[in-house]
């Protein structure tokens, strides 16, 4: 499964903890996320996570793309509902692809912990048959 990570400053060190906690887990999947989120995340944890620009910069419009294109089959967004009003169209607009494209998104700890924890028994396998992993095209000469 292809996962997300995003999370806004001042949930980032709970994001930290979250992957730490979950490690084996999200170790099994190809994760990214926006680019200090995930640096953070790699540097705590050593897992590989695909960097995009930091969310001011546009990285979450970056994921926004890939969840679009169904290249993405979860979404982590760890929101401060504290934030200024402007990060709010950000997690709007990420959150209406995801249900546009049906792809699970938690913006809290507690949805977070029930996606991981029902990725690893299985219960996100339909994921595979909506987003099937792309086989290389056979050449024709």
């Not at 994760?31 to 200090?36: K, M, R, S, W």
């Not at 620009?53 to 793309?65: E, M, N, P, T, V």
């Not at 029930?114 to 219960?123: F, S």
């Amino acid at each position: 499964m292809n996962i997300a990570l995003i999370a806004h400053d001042k949930k980032k060190e709970l994001m930290v903890q979250f992957c730490m906690a979950y490690c084996g887990i999200l170790s099994k999947h190809n994760l990214c996320a926006t680019g200090t989120t995930g640096k953070l995340v790699s540097e705590a944890t050593g897992l590989k996570i695909d960097r995009f620009l930091s969310g001011a910069q546009g990285g979450d419009q970056q994921i926004g793309a890939r969840v679009a294109y169904n290249e993405i089959d979860m979404v982590i967004f760890l929101c401060d509902p504290m934030a200024a009003p402007g990060t709010v169209s950000d997690v709007h607009a990420l959150q209406r692809l995801c249900d546009l494209h049906s792809i699970p998104m938690a913006t809290n700890i507690a949805t977070a912990e029930m996606l991981v924890l029902g990725l690893d028994r299985g219960d996100l396998s339909w994921r595979d048959i909506v987003n099937p992993k792309r086989q290389p095209k056979p050449r024709t000469y």
